[in-house]
């Protein structure tokens, strides 16, 4: 199994970054894929998630109305567009899945990919 995040950097405040999640070793359309962030100093949060089977996305406060979690199950895929960044978003972002149903007892993380929002 694997989850290999890109397209992390430096971005000044109000830029976007669109960041990718290739997975590979799993059935993707069935898992639950989500985004999590940590900052230095503080835990791994989710910043979204978005469910198997074409169930709506949820975010965190913090993301709603400015980043928009998406998949194509086709390439195996997940996607974080972040728009209008702050500061305050600079993190280590992490991919993750969570499945297979109905026990979604299996969970698999990326390596990460540094988000950094600086003037």
């Known amino acids: 199994v694997q989850l290999v995040e890109s397209g992390g950097g430096l971005v000044q405040p109000g830029g976007s970054l669109r960041l990718s999640c290739a997975a590979s070793?799993?059935?993707?359309?069935?898992?639950?894929m989500s985004w999590y962030q940590q900052a230095p100093g503080k835990e791994r949060e989710l910043v979204a998630q978005?469910?198997?089977?074409?169930?709506?996305?949820e975010y965190a406060d913090s993301a709603k109305d400015r980043f928009t979690i998406s998949r194509d199950d086709a390439k195996s895929t997940v996607y974080l567009q972040m728009n209008s960044l702050k500061s305050e978003d600079t993190a280590v972002y992490y991919c993750h899945a969570m499945g297979p149903p109905p026990s979604y007892e299996l969970e698999y993380w990326g390596q990460g990919t540094q988000v950094t929002v600086s003037s």
């Open positions: 070793g799993f059935t993707f359309r069935t898992y639950i």
């Open positions: 978005i469910p198997n089977f074409g169930a709506n996305a």
